[in-house]
């Protein structure tokens, strides 16, 4: 079974400039997530998807920051214009559902570079 | 609010030593308790929860956690150091209320010497 995949791995941008991440999750994962991971910190949610639907984006920067699932599948991520602090790896999950007893599958990320 | 704390940022081991990662946790609800590990460039991948079942947790490649509700701790162990348990770490929380919202700690990132 494939899992969760991410496009691009690697990206450099200029300040002010805008970026796109995309996440396709694992088959029949109702539930999306999107984290920001800084440097030596732990994941920190950004949004979270229950098919469509966006049931939590409460640590969504919405001045610069946001995100689209259409049709309940795939993901993205837009930051426009993009700030120097928001280098970090932008990592994407999925699971089954939205209970916590739901395993999040994570994965490789976007690692996010703005110079 | 509920956080977790790891003690140790950076933990050093022999291969063949025991393991002792460090977790404690604040929350005002009983907890789910989560330990994922990531290797470089990888994505993080779930070793063990916590979900109020046994207080003794076993998990992937060996790991074991234990939940200690006296002592809001949910450290992780393995009895003896793999070369290719060198990653990072890290806990996490959550509640039920809140589904599946995860609040991690920053990281230990741990390094077995041969």
């Known amino acids: 079974e494939a899992g969760v995949v991410q496009s691009p791995r690697y990206k450099i941008i200029e300040k002010k400039q805008p970026v796109a991440f995309w996440c396709n999750p694992i088959?029949?994962?109702?539930?999306l997530y999107w984290y920001r991971q800084n440097l030596g910190q732990g994941p920190e949610l950004l949004i979270r998807y229950e098919n469509e639907e966006a049931v939590d984006d409460s640590q969504l920067p919405k001045d610069r920051f946001s995100a689209e699932r259409l049709k309940g599948v795939d993901s993205t991520l837009k930051i426009q214009p993009a700030e120097l602090g928001d280098s970090a790896v932008y990592l994407c999950a999925s699971s089954l559902g939205v209970s916590v007893a739901y395993e999040q599958y994570f994965g490789p990320g976007t690692r996010l570079t703005v110079t | 609010a509920q956080s977790v704390t790891q003690l140790g940022s950076h933990v050093s081991v022999s291969e063949g030593a025991l393991v002792l990662l460090r977790c404690n946790y604040s929350s005002s609800v009983p907890p789910y308790l989560f330990w994922y590990v990531q290797y470089p460039n990888q994505g993080l991948q779930l070793l063990l929860k916590?979900?109020?079942?046994?207080?003794l947790v076993k998990g992937i490649n060996g790991f074991e956690a234990e939940f200690k509700k006296s002592e809001t701790s949910f450290h992780l162990t393995k009895p003896s150091a793999h070369m290719s348990d060198a990653a990072e770490y890290f806990c996490?929380?959550?509640?039920?209320?809140?589904?599946?919202?995860?609040?991690f700690g920053e990281g230990t990132q741990l390094t077995v010497n041969p």
């Open positions: 916590y979900t109020s079942a046994a207080t």
């Open positions: 088959s029949g994962h109702n539930t």
């Open positions: 996490a929380v959550s509640k039920e209320t809140s589904g599946s919202r995860l609040t």
